[in-house]
């Protein structure tokens, strides 16, 4: 069956960073999302991967390891503005998205 | 930016009225989508759309439908509403075009059921 892990819940301090780890398998492979997605509102578009490696937009970076099903987000920085729930979701051989459950990202002062 | 906008945030309704979810978004996308989300589950794929008058289940169709009269609009219908259908429904919208085929979604319509 097709399956994508991330923690429930993480917690971090301010300024400090933090890496929300993602595990998947799905039928094919057509890339891995990160979405932010705030209390209470809609999920917006962090980043993509397909292709191994790290890419880094800002304070975020995300990474992907296709060989071992893996992906994780990386927050610089960490700003109060950065709590927030973060979904990871594999694209399959049909261009359908699996989401994970989402971790929720708990930053304190 | 892309605009994807949801008819209500709120709504609350009883065991077995109709309800019709509405979505609509502005930039030409071909591909729509309707989904729910639960409190510890991912978002789950309901139906969706790569064109006008054109709909495929997702995977969790029951109980529910949709309809795509026109390019920019996405109804999600209910068509005898349960409590078990007490969610946060989640409008999406993609280009359709290539394999980066980022969704963007509306705010969410959050349905009682009682």
């Known amino acids: 069956g097709q399956n994508i892990d991330q923690p429930t819940e993480m917690t971090a301090t301010e300024g400090a960073i933090v890496q929300i780890n993602c595990t998947y398998q799905?039928?094919?492979?057509?890339?891995l999302f990160w979405y932010q997605q705030h209390a209470g509102e809609a999920p917006t578009f962090l980043s993509y991967n397909v292709l191994d490696g790290l890419e880094e937009k800002g304070r975020f970076s995300s990474f992907l390891s296709r060989s071992k099903g893996y992906s994780y987000l990386l927050l610089k920085e960490l700003q109060m503005k950065d709590s927030a729930s973060y979904l990871c979701a594999a694209m399959d051989s049909n261009y359908q998205l699996i989401w994970g459950a989402g971790t929720k990202l708990i930053i304190k002062p | 930016d892309v605009k994807v906008t949801q008819s209500s945030r709120y709504l609350v309704k009883r065991t077995g009225e109709k309800v019709f979810l509405e979505c609509v978004q502005d930039?030409?996308?071909?591909?729509m989508f309707w989904y729910r989300q639960d409190p510890g589950l991912g978002l789950r794929l309901i139906y969706f759309s790569y064109d006008v008058k054109m709909k495929e289940k997702g995977d969790i169709p029951e109980g529910y439908s949709v309809s795509r009269e026109k390019k920019e609009r996405f109804s999600l219908i209910l068509e005898s509403a349960s409590t078990n259908q007490t969610s946060m429904y989640l409008c999406?919208?993609?280009?359709?075009?290539?394999?980066?085929?980022?969704?963007?979604f509306g705010p969410g319509t959050r349905l009682t059921v009682l």
């Open positions: 930039m030409d996308h071909e591909n």
């Open positions: 999406a919208s993609s280009s359709g075009q290539g394999t980066t085929d980022t969704q963007y």
């Open positions: 799905t039928s094919g492979f057509n890339g």
